[in-house]
Structures are given as structure tokens and as C-alpha cells.
């Protein structure tokens, strides 16, 4: 029988100290959950998106905000989503509104990437030739609304406001592509770009049918910087 180690030997343990008696160790990561890679659901690749990096919140860029466009009592009210595009300073800075080009995944179903692609960038070349301050046709329209008393611009001659029409112009005439292309869908009819007056050029709102993901919100909770679950989670699997 080979002899027992004494209790009290130098010799250093090989098993390194749990976290629990040595916090220079730190609290363990847990492995991060994962998602179905070869789903082909369009309802798992919402739950993994909303498993992403972004926090699951209005500010995240698939998440579906309530329809302010449509009065309450409608049916369209619960029927329907607004996906909020917003302004990407970095591309005219406050020259112009912008918006940015990122892709919501949650559009998929009725939207194209290259279609959605296509609609920013009409509108933003469209906002940025309209609002840009150091054109000459900008000077012009200064000086004649200057020496008219401004009837000029109240006349409707001004080029910004025949440019903000093309613009508004552009937008329906996407909604009618949008419009024949969803024809045999039976939600198609409910996509469709807000115009930008209604949302004072802060946001491109796009209007879809309601993708319900309230349950799978639900499945994909949001986790901490760390990837563990947060104290609500955490608290809550106690409870079950």
C-alpha cells in the first residue's frame, strides 16, 4: 500500500483552486447558447438574430414597433409592424437626412435585400441633393426668396420642395412595385413605406405584417456581455 501524502506537505496541489475560494479566478463564462444553424424557418432566424451580440430592444434593427401611422381602433393596429430604419449621420452629417443601409433580416419575407437596398439609396441621394446648403440652385433660391419676400418659396419654385415631392414620389412608387410583387400574398398588401412627412424625416418607417415574436423574444433572452443570463433570467429559472 503506497503511503498517503501528508495533509500538511509543500508540495503544491496540481487541481487549481475552484472560483469559490479563489476569486483571482474569476466567475466562469458559461457557454454561450446555440443557435440552429441549419433551421430553414424564418421564425429561427429571428430568434437567432435576437441571440445576437445587440440587445433585444427597440433599439435593436428587427425589432417590430408598434404601428403609430394607424388610428387604435383600426384592425390594421394589430395587424401590423413598423420596422424603423434610422438616420445614419456618417453620411452627410446634418447636412441632410440619411438613413442607414443596414439590412433588417426581419424583412426577408416580403422585402429583398437588394430591394431595400435600393429604396435607401434613392432616398438618400434624393434628401442630400434636395437639402445640400452649397448647391448654386440653393443660392439662387435664397436670394430670389430673399428679394421676393419670400413668395418664391410660398409659390412652390423653391427646388428643395419639387426635390422632397420626387423624393415622396419615389417611396409611393416603390409601394406599387411592392404592391404587384406581394399580389398573391395575402399579408402583401400591408407592406409599404410610410412617407417621410409623417415621420419627420427622423426614421424610414416600413410597414409589415405582424411577424409575431413575442414568444420567440421569449426564447431568445438576452444575456449579459459575459454571456450568462441576467438577473431577471436568472431569478426566473429559480422559479421554475
Not at 503506497?2 to 472560483?19: A, F, G, I, L, N
Not at 479566478?25 to 458559461?30: E, S
Not at 407592406?191 to 405582424?210: F, S
Request: charged share 25%; proline share 11%; hydrophobic share 30%.
Amino acid at each position: 500500500m503506497s503511503p498517503h501524502p501528508s495533509s500538511h506537505s509543500d508540495t503544491p496541489s496540481k487541481r487549481p483552486p475552484t472560483p469559490a475560494k479563489d476569486l483571482e479566478y474569476g466567475i466562469p463564462n458559461p457557454p454561450l447558447p446555440r443557435s440552429h444553424s441549419h433551421a430553414s424557418s424564418h421564425a429561427s432566424r429571428r430568434a437567432s438574430s435576437a441571440r445576437s451580440d445587440l440587445p433585444w430592444n427597440p433599439t435593436h434593427p428587427c425589432f417590430p414597433h408598434p404601428n403609430p401611422h394607424i388610428p387604435l381602433s383600426s384592425p390594421l393596429y394589430s395587424a401590423t409592424r413598423i420596422i424603423r430604419i434610422p438616420r445614419d449621420w456618417m453620411i452627410a452629417g446634418d447636412l441632410a437626412p440619411t438613413f442607414s443601409n443596414t439590412y433588417p433580416e426581419i424583412l426577408e419575407p416580403w422585402v429583398s435585400e437588394a430591394d431595400f437596398r435600393t429604396l435607401v439609396q434613392t432616398i438618400n441621394d434624393g434628401l442630400v441633393a434636395a437639402f445640400h446648403p452649397f448647391g448654386w440652385r440653393a443660392w439662387l433660391d435664397t436670394v430670389l426668396g430673399l428679394v421676393t419676400g419670400w413668395i418664391w418659396e410660398d409659390l412652390g419654385f423653391a427646388a428643395v420642395k419639387s426635390q422632397v415631392k420626387s423624393v415622396e414620389q419615389c417611396i409611393e412608387d416603390w409601394n406599387g412595385r411592392r404592391k404587384q410583387t406581394l399580389e398573391k400574398d395575402e399579408d402583401g398588401d400591408l407592406v409599404r413605406a410610410i412617407p417621410l412627412r409623417r415621420t419627420g424625416y427622423l426614421c424610414l418607417d416600413i410597414q409589415i405584417p405582424d411577424p409575431h415574436l413575442s414568444r420567440l423574444s421569449d426564447e431568445a433572452a438576452p444575456t449579459d456581455a459575459d454571456g450568462s443570463l441576467n438577473d431577471g433570467e436568472q431569478q426566473g429559472e429559480r422559479k421554475i
